[in-house]
Nanobody
Framework: QVQLVESGGGLVQAGGSLRLSCAVS????????MGWFRQAPGKEREFVAGIGWSGRSTAYADSVKGRFTISRDNAKNTVYLQMNSLIAEDTALYYCAASDSSVYASDRIRYRYWGQGTQVTVSS
């Protein structure tokens, strides 16, 4: 059974930083791409960042480019999202997702497994 467990969310002031983690179990983590998505109240779930199986390929939504960094540690079966210069618009429930492909995608239907989410709240 594949499980994804996010952690690291919380309340932070605008301009601050948070680091999200997602621990994966139940599959060979290093073979598959991973992604981070977020969903704000009343909005659709949207792509934030994606990373290929090796960690060498990454992609970001325009809204977070230059502020967020996705990375992975295949030895620890964990993917991270470093979030800097946070703004109020970053407030959302953040989800980790695992693909069945080695290549990342921005479309959420390409991700088979999802975590329960971790809340990020940015106060202005």
């Amino acid at each position: 059974q594949v499980q994804l467990v996010e952690s690291g969310g919380g309340l932070v002031q605008a301009g601050g930083s948070l680091r999200l983690s997602c621990a994966v179990s139940g599959r060979t983590f290093s073979r598959y791409a991973m992604g981070w998505f977020r969903q704000a109240p009343g909005k659709e779930r949207e792509f934030v960042a994606g990373i290929g199986w090796s960690g060498r390929s990454t992609a970001y939504a325009d809204s977070v480019k230059g502020r967020f960094t996705i990375s992975r540690d295949n030895a620890k079966n964990t993917v991270y999202l470093q979030m800097n210069s946070l703004i109020a618009e970053d407030t959302a429930l953040y989800y980790c997702a695992a693909s069945d492909s080695s290549v990342y995608a921005s479309d959420r239907i390409r991700y088979r497994y999802w975590g329960q989410g971790t809340q990020v709240t940015v106060s202005s």
